[in-house]
């Protein structure tokens, strides 16, 4: 089945810093990824959609010159968090829609914990 | 606007007892339903979905969940639950024909198992 791989699922980083997460399709091309993040104790809330060879969407709060979204090839996306804050703490999961599975097929990957110090 | 209500923040059952987490949503046209399970710090499992055809869909893990548009309701459900199952369970919407295609979660609900 399909496989979207997600890196680091760890990471730790002081503040100030940026990080960049990876979401890579194994096994489609997905010509549109996800993000999310999902805070403690609390549901996955869209932060943007990548779109292959464009600019992605933003959802309403997201700043996006925080949340750097590329998406250069066909599975490939990364999301850098720029000059991180210890509020941006949180799981951030993306996820792949496989164009050969219709419109239900979603796949995410495993998750990236990021801890800002 | 699309919505998905889960109404059980945290479930506790006995091991070999049946369960049956609650999921309604709330869209106009034909919704493509999904249930995850998610273990601590992990990523999102997928257990089950509808997007047509029979009502009564079977899953991984012996889940099942029943589809009811009268009610608007895609409930989990599960005979026997076994120790492994405790975790937080989503369940999402998508909208393909929507603005983005993405999927939209409930709140979860976090399944506890008794020995």
């Known amino acids: 089945g399909a496989v979207v791989s997600q890196h680091p699922s760890r990471v730790i980083c002081k503040s100030g810093t940026s990080v960049k997460i990876e979401c890579r399709s194994l096994?489609?091309?997905?010509?549109?990824m996800f993000w999310y993040r999902q805070f403690p104790k609390k549901s996955l809330m869209l932060m943007a959609t990548?779109?292959?060879?464009?600019?992605?969407?933003?959802e309403q709060g997201v700043e996006k010159d925080k949340f750097l979204i590329n998406h250069a090839s066909l599975t490939l996306s990364t999301l850098t968090v720029t000059s991180a804050h210890p509020e941006d703490s949180s799981f951030y999961i993306c996820?792949?829609?496989?164009?050969?599975?219709?419109?239900?097929?979603?796949?995410f990957g495993s998750g990236t914990r990021l801890t800002v110090v | 606007a699309q919505s998905v209500t889960q109404p059980d923040i945290h479930i506790t059952v006995s091991e070999g007892a049946s369960l049956e987490l609650r999921c309604n949503y709330s869209?106009?046209?034909?919704?493509?339903l999904f249930w995850y399970v998610q273990s601590p710090g992990q990523g999102l499992q997928l257990l089950l979905k509808?997007?047509?055809?029979?009502?009564l869909v079977q899953g991984i893990k012996g889940f099942e969940a029943e589809f009811k548009r009268s009610q608007s309701s895609f409930n989990l459900r599960k005979p026997s639950v076994h120790w492994s199952d405790a975790a937080e369970y989503f369940c999402?919407?998508?909208?393909?024909?929507?603005?983005?295609?993405?999927?939209?979660f409930g709140k979860g609900t976090k399944l506890s198992v008794k020995p």
């Open positions: 996820s792949a829609r496989d164009p050969g599975q219709g419109a239900s097929g979603y796949t």
């Open positions: 096994d489609f091309q997905a010509t549109t």
């Open positions: 990548s779109n292959e060879g464009s600019k992605a969407t933003y």
């Open positions: 869209y106009g046209a034909t919704p493509y």
């Open positions: 509808y997007f047509s055809g029979d009502t």
């Open positions: 999402a919407v998508g909208a393909y024909g929507g603005s983005q295609g993405n999927l939209i």
